[in-house]
């Protein structure tokens, strides 16, 4: 057996390309980043910094990996939203806001990442990013906006401006902890903050999108 495959197999390490990716989340959530550094993931998560280039090539590659494990979620949760026939346009809209505000709690990061990303990356790639998971939010959105418009329960809504309105109104919040620190004294996201931000989050947009 060569020593190429010696090395290989001695980096074998069951569930470290899942212990890896929810270290580096770990990392930028507390931190409130979207970078981090090799060395500490090594030291946080207790593998070894190779492995970063064994499952994903390079620290570019994990953040890659990241990135489409987070998006992914919220992806098909919308899509299963969209297939709920028995559910009103209404209920969906306040339950896909919801899923949203409790994704950027955990995952704050997250639109910072995209955005970086889809910046740093080459044509194919950001191409990928937008068609994997940009457009199908969209869609998503259109469908579900026309669906209450054709009910009479929605205002006509641009379906991309709602995806800016939605998403920056959860981003901006998550990801505001220096904001929070020295201007109201408080530096930790806690469940009680995020539970207020969802009802204030729903009260506002569902107020400018209902006909009523």
Known sequence: ????????????????????????????????VVDISLSEL??????????????????????????????????????????????????????HISKCIDTYYAYPYLNRLL????????????????????????????????EGVEAGVFRPIDPQLFYFTLTGAADRFFSARLVLRHCFDQDTLTEELRDSYREHTLDFVMAGILAR
Do not use: C, W
């Open 1 to 32: 057996m060569s020593a190429a495959m010696d090395k290989t197999e001695s980096l074998e390490t069951p569930g470290a390309r899942e212990l890896l990716l929810q270290t580096a989340s770990n990392i930028m959530r507390e931190g409130d």
């Open 42 to 95: 090594s030291l946080r998560s207790g593998l070894n910094s190779a492995l970063v280039k064994y499952y994903f090539g390079n620290k570019a590659g994990l953040l890659k990996a990241l990135l489409d494990r987070d998006m992914d979620t919220i992806v098909k949760s919308v899509d299963a939203l969209v297939a709920k026939d028995q559910m009103s346009p209404e209920a969906k809209l306040r339950k």
């Open 115 to 146: 955005m970086r990303l889809v910046r740093d990356s080459d044509e194919a790639e950001a191409k990928r990013i937008a068609d994997q998971y940009l457009l199908p939010l969209h869609r998503a959105y259109k469908h579900l906006i026309g």
